[in-house]
């Protein structure tokens, strides 16, 4: 079964602290992996995408890892901001068929000042 | 321009009420999906479009009715809709791959259309 699971379900963190969030899949044969970032209401807003060959990409204060053999990937955020406020949502790629995107649950993550 | 526009922000509507949500992108992607997402769910594929036709339909009921007039429009027509349908409504676009398969390049979303069916 193809799926994606995401740790913690939700993290607080002060203000200038990191975190990694963990995102484990299933999903076969795999294509690619997405962050996305998404505010309450608001369409999520892509952060990085990783292929089967990368293993790490940065994006800002965002660094996304992808562990194909384990078939697991992190998000980690340095020196964290109120506005990282949000749900950090893990989408993997399955295949070549358009459209087949599999979304974790999304970590809710919570900066305070 | 990497924006993906929807109108309208909200929407409120009866069960026998007929209304359209629009999407809108000019970047010249030629795959829009729209998906619909409740709360504290991730979201959820309705349908896609590639080159301005139906590619996928995930067994949605047909009281929602997708349209693309054109490469750069993607509309979902509501009909007869039922309270549980009240949902966040997202379109997105991206580029279509080599031979018709899911693109690397990023599916990039609308800010979604808040729908409440009463």
């Known amino acids: 079964k193809n799926q994606v699971e995401q740790s913690p379900q939700s993290l607080i963190i002060l203000e200038g602290k990191n975190c990694t969030l963990q995102c484990n899949y299933t999903v076969s044969p795999f294509s690619n992996l997405r962050w996305y970032k998404q505010d309450t209401g608001r369409g999520p807003v892509s952060l990085t995408i990783m292929t089967f060959s990368e293993n790490t990409k940065s994006n800002g204060r965002y660094t996304a890892t992808l562990d194909a053999d384990t078939k697991q990937s992190s998000l980690h955020i340095t020196a964290s901001q109120l506005s990282d406020s949000a749900s950090y949502i893990c989408v993997v790629g399955r295949g070549s068929t358009l459209g087949r995107l599999y979304f974790g649950r999304g970590t809710q993550l919570t900066v305070w000042p | 321009d990497t924006e993906v526009t929807q109108t309208p922000k909200h929407l409120v509507m009866g069960m026998t009420n007929k209304k359209s949500l629009k999407c809108e992108q000019h970047m010249g992607h030629r795959a829009m999906y729209w998906y619909k997402q409740k709360a504290k769910k991730p979201p959820e594929l309705m349908f896609v479009?590639?080159?301005?036709?139906?590619?996928i339909n995930e067994s949605v009921p047909s009281r929602f009715s997708p349209e693309c007039p054109n490469s750069s429009l993607l509309n979902l027509h509501l009909h007869a809709l039922q309270p549980e349908d009240s949902a966040l409504y997202l379109c997105?676009?991206?580029?279509?791959?080599?031979?018709?398969?899911?693109?690397?390049?990023?599916?990039?979303f609308g800010p979604g259309t808040r729908l409440t069916v009463l």
């Open positions: 479009y590639s080159y301005e036709k139906l590619s």
């Open positions: 997105a676009s991206s580029q279509v791959g080599l031979a018709g398969g899911l693109s690397t390049d990023t599916q990039y």
